[in-house]
C-alpha cells in the first residue's frame, strides 16, 4: 500500500500516489529534484514529456537535464497564470471551478444558487441515503464509467488507472452513494491529494435524477472533505460541450479559476526565441 505524504497544497497530477498509480498501468513519470512528476511518452516513436498541473521552478532547465530530459519537448499547464519565458504557447487558459471549503457550512449553503439549493432540500427530506467509504479497485462504478464514456463519447481516466489509484493509496479515495431503498441510485468519487481533493467520476440514473440525488452527494461529500481538514475541491474544468453539467457546478458553488494555458518548451526553440 502506497504510504501518503504529508499534506500539501498540491493539485492531483502532482500527488505522488497518481505518479505510483501511472507506474502500475506501465507509464513512466519522472520525479524531478524539487518534487514535481514530469510525465514521459513516446507517441508514433518521438519522445516528449509533460509537467502538468505545476507552475514550473525557476531552475526548470537544471531539474530537467538532472534526468536527462533537457533535449526533450516538453508540454507545459500550469494550474494558475505564471511566467514561462522561452516557450510557445499552444492554447489559452481554461477555466477550473473549485468550491472553497475553508468557508463555514451555513455560509456555503446560503451561497448555493436557489434552484440548486432547493433541490437539495428536496433530497434531504426524500428517501434517499447516503454512505461513504473507501473504493475498491473493482468497484462497479468503474465498469458504468467506462461504458458512459463510450456512449457519450468522452475521453478520461482509463478505468485501469483509477483502479491503481484506489488499490495504492485506498484512504485517498471516498465514494458517496446514494441509496432509495437499498438500491443505488447515484454514486460520486472523490480523490484526495493534500490539502484538497478532486470530483473524479459519478454515475446515476433516472430514479437518481428525478430525486436530485447528485445534489445530495455533492453536498455531502464537500462538508465531510471540509470536516477532514480540506481547503479545497476541485470540480474539475468547464466544458462548452457539457452546459448542463457546468451549470450544475457553477450553481452548487464551483467558483471559475483561470488556469496558465498550455505552453511548448523545447530547447532549439527557446534558443530561437531568446534570439
Same mark, same amino acid.
Given at each position: 500500500?502506497?504510504?501518503?505524504?504529508?499534506?500539501?497544497?498540491?493539485? !492531483?497530477?502532482?500527488? #505522488?500516489?497518481?505518479?505510483?498509480?501511472?507506474?502500475?498501468?506501465?507509464?513512466?513519470?519522472?520525479?524531478?529534484?524539487?518534487?514535481?512528476?514530469? *510525465?514521459?511518452?513516446?507517441?508514433?516513436?518521438?519522445? *516528449?514529456?509533460?509537467?502538468?498541473?505545476?507552475?514550473?521552478?525557476?531552475? !526548470?532547465?537544471?531539474?530537467?537535464?538532472?534526468?536527462?530530459?533537457?533535449?526533450? #519537448?516538453?508540454?507545459?499547464?500550469? %494550474?494558475?497564470?505564471?511566467?514561462? #519565458?522561452?516557450?510557445?504557447?499552444?492554447?489559452?487558459?481554461?477555466?477550473?471551478?473549485?468550491?472553497?471549503?475553508?468557508?463555514? %457550512?451555513?455560509?456555503?449553503?446560503? $451561497?448555493?444558487?436557489?434552484?440548486?439549493?432547493?433541490?437539495?432540500?428536496?433530497?434531504?427530506?426524500?428517501?434517499?441515503?447516503?454512505?461513504?467509504?473507501?473504493? &475498491?479497485?473493482?468497484?462497479?462504478?468503474?465498469?458504468?464509467?467506462?461504458?458512459?464514456?463510450?456512449?457519450?463519447?468522452?475521453?478520461?481516466?482509463?478505468?485501469?488507472?483509477?483502479? $491503481?489509484?484506489?488499490?495504492?493509496?485506498?484512504?485517498?479515495?471516498?465514494?458517496?452513494?446514494?441509496?432509495?431503498?437499498?438500491?443505488?441510485?447515484?454514486?460520486?468519487?472523490?480523490? &484526495?491529494?493534500?490539502?484538497?481533493?478532486?470530483?473524479?467520476?459519478?454515475?446515476?440514473? %433516472?430514479?437518481?435524477?428525478?430525486?436530485?440525488?447528485?445534489?445530495?452527494?455533492?453536498?455531502?461529500?464537500?462538508?465531510?472533505?471540509?470536516?477532514?481538514?480540506?481547503?479545497?475541491?476541485?470540480?474539475?474544468? %468547464?466544458?462548452?460541450?457539457?452546459?448542463?453539467?457546468?451549470? *450544475?457546478?457553477?450553481?452548487?458553488?464551483?467558483? #471559475?479559476?483561470?488556469?496558465?494555458?498550455?505552453?511548448?518548451?523545447?530547447?532549439?526553440?527557446?534558443?530561437?526565441?531568446?534570439?
Amino acid at each position: 500500500m502506497f504510504e501518503a505524504a504529508p499534506p500539501s497544497d498540491t493539485s !492531483l497530477m502532482q500527488d #505522488p500516489a497518481f505518479a505510483v498509480a501511472l507506474k502500475t498501468i506501465g507509464q513512466c513519470p519522472i520525479r524531478l529534484p524539487c518534487g514535481l512528476t514530469v *510525465f514521459y511518452r513516446r507517441v508514433l516513436g518521438l519522445p *516528449f514529456a509533460m509537467l502538468p498541473r505545476a507552475a514550473p521552478p525557476l531552475d !526548470l532547465c537544471e531539474q530537467l537535464r538532472s534526468q536527462g530530459l533537457q533535449n526533450v #519537448p516538453l508540454i507545459l499547464s500550469p %494550474e494558475a497564470p505564471c511566467q514561462l #519565458p522561452r516557450a510557445l504557447r499552444l492554447r489559452g487558459p481554461a477555466t477550473v471551478l473549485s468550491i472553497d471549503l475553508t468557508v463555514a %457550512e451555513q455560509s456555503r449553503r446560503a $451561497a448555493l444558487h436557489g434552484k440548486w439549493r432547493n433541490q437539495l432540500a428536496k433530497a434531504e427530506v426524500s428517501s434517499l441515503r447516503v454512505k461513504h467509504a473507501q473504493m &475498491r479497485p473493482d468497484h462497479p462504478l468503474l465498469t458504468l464509467e467506462a461504458q458512459q464514456a463510450r456512449a457519450r463519447r468522452y475521453a478520461g481516466w482509463p478505468p485501469a488507472l483509477t483502479a $491503481a489509484f484506489a488499490a495504492w493509496a485506498p484512504d485517498q479515495t471516498r465514494i458517496f452513494t446514494a441509496l432509495n431503498r437499498g438500491h443505488p441510485v447515484a454514486r460520486m468519487l472523490f480523490l &484526495r491529494h493534500g490539502l484538497r481533493a478532486t470530483y473524479h467520476i459519478g454515475h446515476i440514473s %433516472e430514479r437518481g435524477k428525478f430525486m436530485s440525488a447528485h445534489n445530495l452527494l455533492l453536498w455531502q461529500a464537500s462538508c465531510w472533505l471540509a470536516q477532514q481538514g480540506h481547503t479545497g475541491l476541485d470540480l474539475g474544468l %468547464e466544458d462548452p460541450a457539457t452546459p448542463g453539467l457546468t451549470r *450544475f457546478k457553477r450553481r452548487a458553488g464551483g467558483q #471559475p479559476e483561470p488556469t496558465g494555458g498550455t505552453w511548448l518548451r523545447w530547447r532549439p526553440l527557446a534558443r530561437g526565441r531568446a534570439a
